[in-house]
């Protein structure tokens, strides 16, 4: 079965920095790739699918890129409201493993 | 809206079972593929099962396989998830999700999840 490893497993920025998570399969899951967001109790929602297409809604400061085993989600300038824990998702084919996510937090 | 609304939590004994259940409404349920994924308590999001648009196709983590059965009854619109010879590694709140497509695909919709509760 493909592993997803995502990296770092937390991180502390301020707010206003670009934040950049990273996502690695593998093997290759082309563009495969969704990014999910879960804030602290609430449960969790689709950022991102086909490893950049912006899901309707999400706000335009977030943005996913590349394919094959190495994936990124920027976020161009971090919010507060951005708090939260991010998890990357293959779909090309079951199982739909999740990364083990990548807390981000304010510092 | 979308609404995904999970159901028959609770707390079971190694080695029985329990069934959740997943009521949904505000599409077209018959069309979609339909995902269960877990977490358990300080872990990370786990996906379980997977089943098609019409039931008729049906995938698993190997974590559960063999134990876990997803079904879905497109006349109610609800998911259900039938577990099997429970394990202390299977407590965890249990989320339903729709999928993207009719079948596997990413979750693009999530209900609020039903913790499951596995001790002696």
């Known amino acids: 079965d493909i592993q997803m490893t995502q990296s770092p497993s937390s991180l502390s920025a301020s707010v206003g920095d670009r934040v950049t998570l990273t996502c690695r399969a593998s093997?290759?899951?082309?563009?495969?790739l969704a990014w999910y967001q879960r804030k602290p109790g609430k449960v969790p929602e689709l950022l991102i699918y086909a490893a950049s297409t912006l899901q309707s809604g999400v706000p335009s400061r977030f943005s996913g890129s590349g394919s094959g085993t190495d994936f990124t989600l920027t976020i161009s300038s971090l919010q507060p409201e951005d708090v939260a824990t991010y998890y990357c998702q293959k779909y090309n084919s079951a199982p739909l493993t999740f990364g083990g996510g990548t807390k981000v937090e304010i510092k | 809206q979308v609404q995904l609304v999970e159901s028959g939590g609770g707390v079971v004994q190694p080695e029985r079972s329990l069934r959740l259940s997943c009521a949904a409404s505000?599409?077209?349920?018959?069309?979609?593929?339909m995902h269960w994924v877990r977490q358990a308590p300080g872990k990370g999001l786990e996906w379980v099962a997977v089943?098609?648009?019409?039931?008729?196709?049906?995938n698993y983590a190997d974590s559960v396989k063999g134990r876990f059965t997803i079904s879905r009854d497109n006349s109610r619109n609800t998911l259900y998830l039938h577990m099997n010879s429970l394990r202390a590694e299977d407590t965890a709140v249990y989320y339903c999700?729709?999928?993207?497509?009719?079948?596997?695909?990413?979750?693009?919709?999530w209900g609020q999840g039903t913790l499951v509760t596995v001790s002696s």
């Open positions: 505000g599409f077209t349920f018959s069309s979609y593929g």
């Open positions: 999700a729709k999928s993207g497509s009719g079948y596997v695909y990413y979750s693009d919709y």
């Open positions: 089943i098609s648009f019409d039931g008729s196709n049906k």
């Open positions: 093997q290759d899951i082309f563009n495969y």
